[in-house]
């Protein structure tokens, strides 16, 4: 029985369509579009045959939907694809190969053709060599106005205040090329040349031609003079830097030039009755062979919403959300993609087989779990490679219950419950003291199998409280509640390490606990704030305060040491300073924070002078077999704030200051900052830290998965790994991860009152 709503789509008259540009997306939404009975004019300014590129690869996925939509144009693909299962991977002259993977490519001018022989099979009428009318004549000539005029669409610009595009250039120039044989496998190769890295892209489309991608970061390209050089002799002198991978073959252009990827991101997809599709909507970087992908899957989502819905702006509505996750999705793994091959220069002293599954991996769209599924060889041998112990026989085991060691503590897994601000202490009295809620919060996850437990934020003075409800160890009661706590630890979790965050919130102190108001000042009882400038953290709402003179230096220095000194008394095994979040002392050391004119200002050697004075007298008072680290916000996410390059300088200061790791957080530091959420959203820069120093880091950042985490540790892109929701949600989130692997060994031993509950409890039939 059919919906009012199906009733309604397949009882309307059949629209007047146009749809402007004749690549993939807009030949093929045409054709669906006609295909259910819809009068379609098609517009594109060049010839039938004109393209840029060379072979297109498309997933199962999306054949899967062209399939099930269209028999005939899936038939005619599938007669002529190209397919293949390996990655070969070349470092260093090492060439190694990865299988499983599966791909399926066929040239571009070939998919066009076919596109165009079911259009006009349909009834579309396709206008080529012919600019389309303006979008105005457009809009008010037919019911539907398809742009899919691609990444520098004039319709979309012609509405931009309305679509609100955002088009970012990416660091790296790369120019797209053919060779006339088929490549074996999708190829990746590395050339480390006098001017710099350059990679390749590289994978076969047609039974004789392989397409050829050749990248290297902006000021590599200037310095090997390709700025100077036509199509012919890029072709020429790319042929030769990469002859071994190109057996000696040339290569060819197709009106080929050198270019920066842009992406493209809108605010809206839609205006009245326009509709953008592919890269006229959105684009992602090439690495990961996804924009006919979207193109075509954006073709598929709109003809599905218009068949659906009851009239166009409905189907538009319906169209945006449903591909909006996916395409959001596939935007940062290919911005992750995209930003790893821009910081390649950083990886490539990686051993080779950890650089290869680092690569293969850069976009978690390829993990540790599935890899393993798809290579089990080529994975366990770079688990062996990263140290992986062999107690599990033939499966091994997994990363993150490998050991790891900072100064005299060995952490028996990979696994960090990070500091999360509880703000229960003595919330009443307002007396710093933790109490049965921090021994029952922190001695559960001890309990559960993390390597290393860290407190929440604690205060090294009543006034650098964040709230009222912050803990502290700046008296003697507060010391001992503490030490309750971590001899809790160590009797009832042996072998758990549980850290202490010192901390002073500087100007975003004297507020309300969080679920009262997030950063909001408090209603009454308020203590004056210090911070590197007199700076509020919300302008005409929080307290401005005070600009902190020598005497107040002198004084945060001391509270920190004194606090050192409660938390080794207390039994704490590992310390980290807290200078992050915007906190007093991240306030010194970002330019949007620290507006100072005297040596504590200024260059970021003056502003990192007081934040490494108070690790200083810390490290000099905490006891020399316990490590500490440092938690940094490497991005403000905010113009002008600290950049990466600053980062990596910051972080270099403290590890050379006697830091043990680098705890690499972000943002938080000013309030009108503009995040990039998204799954392990912070790793990338935990990763530039790690692989620019050497330094031990640990990520933090919607990591949520042990699939994640153990990824990231193989891959080199961190030693540790610090979850925080998800031990919220779950205590014992280790020893779950380690029953989902079926790991039994000693780096995550089930205490001995929970050992019937180690195994999964059988669920209902269904």
């Not at 050198?258 to 991101?265: A, E, L, S």
């Not at 950042?701 to 699939?707: H, L, R």
Request: proline residues 6%; glycine residues 10%; charged residues 20%.
């Amino acid at each position: 029985m059919s919906t009012g709503r199906e009733s309604t789509a397949r009882e309307r008259a059949a629209l007047r369509v146009a749809v402007v540009g004749g690549g993939p997306g807009g030949l093929y939404a045409a054709a669906l579009l006609a295909r259910q009975g819809h009068a379609v004019d098609l517009w594109e300014k060049n010839a039938p045959d004109d393209t840029f590129g060379f072979g297109v690869v498309l997933s199962d996925e999306t054949l899967g939907g062209i399939e099930a939509a269209d028999a005939v144009v899936h038939a005619a693909l599938s007669a002529e694809f190209v397919r293949w299962d390996d990655i070969d991977i070349v470092h260093r002259g090492q060439p190694l190969t990865s299988g499983g993977h599966g791909f399926a490519a066929l040239g571009r001018r070939r998919l066009l053709e076919i596109l165009h022989e079911r259009c006009v099979g349909l009834g579309v009428r396709l206008r080529f060599r012919t600019p389309a009318p303006g979008p105005e004549v457009l809009a008010a000539s037919y019911d539907l106005v398809v742009a899919a005029d691609g990444v520098h669409s004039r319709i979309r610009e012609a509405a931009a205040e309305h679509y609100g595009p955002t088009v970012t250039g990416g660091r790296c120039r790369y120019i797209w090329l053919a060779a006339d044989f088929a490549l074996d496998a999708f190829r990746f190769e590395i050339a480390e040349t006098e001017h710099g890295v350059m990679q390749l892209h590289a994978y076969p489309y047609e039974a004789d031609s392989s397409t050829v991608i050749v990248e290297m970061r902006e000021e590599v390209w200037h310095a090997a003079g390709f700025d100077l050089c036509d199509e012919a002799e890029s072709a020429a002198r790319c042929a030769k830097i990469f002859g071994e991978a190109l057996r000696g073959r040339p290569l060819r252009g197709n009106g080929s030039a050198w270019t920066r990827f842009r992406t493209v991101v809108n605010a809206r997809w839609s205006h009245g009755n326009t509709v953008l599709i592919g890269d006229a909507a959105h684009t992602a970087h090439f690495s990961i062979g996804s924009g006919t992908k979207l193109a075509v899957e954006d073709a598929l989502a709109l003809a599905r919403a218009v068949e659906a819905e009851a009239d166009v702006p409905a189907a538009l509505e319906a169209y945006e959300a449903a591909r909006r996750p996916a395409v959001a999705s596939t935007q940062r793994a290919a911005a992750a993609s995209m930003r790893w091959f821009e910081e390649l220069a950083g990886y490539v002293d990686q051993p080779a087989r950890q650089f290869a599954f680092n690569l293969l991996t850069r976009s978690l769209r390829v993990t540790h779990g599935n890899l393993a599924l798809r290579d089990p060889r080529f994975t366990r041998a770079v688990e062996r490679d990263f140290g992986c112990p062999e107690e599990q026989g033939e499966q091994g085991t997994p990363p993150m219950f490998t050991p790891f060691t900072l100064r005299g503590l060995t952490l028996r897994n990979r696994v960090v419950v990070s500091p999360m601000d509880m703000y229960s202490a003595s919330a009443n009295g307002g007396d710093g003291v933790p109490g049965d809620f921090h021994l029952v919060h922190l001695g559960a996850r001890a309990l559960g199998g993390a390597a290393l437990v860290m407190t929440e934020m604690v205060c090294v003075s009543a006034e650098g409280r964040i709230t009222p409800g912050c803990t502290g160890l700046y008296t003697a009661e507060q010391a001992a509640a503490w030490a309750r706590i971590a001899d809790f630890v160590h009797t009832s979790a042996p072998g758990t390490a549980l850290g202490v965050q010192l901390g002073h919130s500087g100007r975003k102190g004297s507020t309300r606990v969080m679920w009262e108001g997030m950063d909001d000042p408090l209603p009454e009882g308020n203590w004056p704030l210090t911070a590197a400038s007199a700076l509020p953290y919300r302008p005409g709402v929080s307290a401005v305060p005070r600009a902190m003179d020598a005497a107040d230096l002198a004084a945060v220095r001391s509270d920190f040491a004194a606090a050192a000194v409660r938390a080794a008394h207390s039994g704490f095994d590992l310390l980290e300073l807290h200078c992050a979040h915007g906190y007093l002392l991240s306030g010194f050391l970002s330019p949007l924070t620290n507006h100072r004119t005297d040596a504590y200002g200024g260059p970021l050697e003056n502003r990192l002078r007081f934040p490494l004075e108070v690790f200083d007298e810390v490290r000099a008072v905490w006891p020399a077999d316990r490590p500490m680290t440092v938690r940094l916000s490497a991005t403000d996410w905010a113009p002008g704030g600290t950049s990466p390059e600053e980062a990596v300088a910051i972080a270099r200061a403290f590890a050379a200051h006697g830091a043990d790791a680098i705890d690499v957080s972000t943002g938080q530091v000013v309030a009108e900052e503009a995040p990039e959420y998204g799954r392990a959203y912070q790793t990338p820069y935990a990763d530039r830290i790690r692989n620019a120093l050497g330094v031990p880091v640990i990520a933090v950042g919607a990591i949520s998965s042990w699939d994640d985490v153990n990824s990231l540790l193989l891959a080199g892109r961190a030693d540790l790994c610090a979850l925080g929701r998800p031990h919220l949600y779950d205590p014992h989130w280790t020893l779950h991860a380690a029953a989902d692997q079926s790991y039994t060994g000693p780096a995550a031993p089930w205490p001995a009152p929970y050992r019937a509950g180690s195994r999964k409890p059988p669920t209902g039939r269904g």
